[in-house]
């Protein structure tokens, strides 16, 4: 199996930082239809979010519930189901004690693409990773996917290394399934530069 590792904030759904509220969540502009054409290719969608809010005591693990609920009542909408959601409670400089660790799930860590991959018998290298901020990209390089990042300006500090990479730079998740379905048309002829 293979799957579309999406991010959430700023990718999936319009940046609202540290946002638990579902009346607040907006799809970006195209991501139905962007969904919808990458289930119909047979990829199972994820979502790949650090959600440092936990370990910082904003809000609640508890709350996320809601959020995963709302996000996947919004995909229905389009007929595609979440295959699942995975998120990073962690950050080192926390104040919650039990998240204020140093993880391998936070992004640029792959912790959270290795897991799912585990959990639900995907294939990485046949699978991709699109975000909106070069950490994304590095994630899903080491995990092994092709990457996408959407360059909508949410990435400002562009540290670059060979790890940190993107297969494609688009403009929004549309275009970024439009990418992927051309790929699938004419597999790439170079190995994945980071591979
Ligand atoms: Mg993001
Ligand atoms: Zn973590």
């Known amino acids: 199996m293979k799957a579309v590792f999406l991010d959430k904030d700023g990718t999936l759904i319009e940046d609202v930082p540290y946002n638990i509220d579902p009346d607040r969540i907006r799809l970006c502009a195209g991501a ?47 007929g595609v189901s979440l295959a699942s959601f995975y998120y990073c409670p962690h950050h080192p400089q926390g104040v919650i004690t039990e998240f204020a660790i140093d993880c391998d799930c936070r992004k640029p860590n792959p912790g959270l693409l290795k897991k799912a991959a585990k959990e639900h018998s995907i294939k990485l290298d046949r699978s991709w990773m699109i ?5 994304d990209i590095e994630a899903g390089n080491i995990a092994g996917c092709r990457t996408i990042l959407i360059d909508n300006g949410n990435e400002n500090e562009w540290q670059i290394s060979r790890s940190r990479l993107p297969n494609f730079i688009v403009n929004n998740l549309r275009e970024a399934a439009a990418v992927i379905m051309a790929s699938d048309r004419s597999p790439p002829q170079k190995k994945h530069p980071y591979s």
Do not use: C, W
């Open 32 to 78: 139905l239809e962007a969904v919808q054409m990458l289930a119909a290719a047979d990829y199972q969608i994820f979502i790949i979010t650090n959600q440092s809010g936990i370990a910082r005591g904003y809000f609640p693990e508890s709350a996320l519930i809601n959020v995963e609920k709302h996000l996947r009542q919004l995909l229905a909408t389009a």
């Open 131 to 135: 975000g909106d901020i070069l950490n």
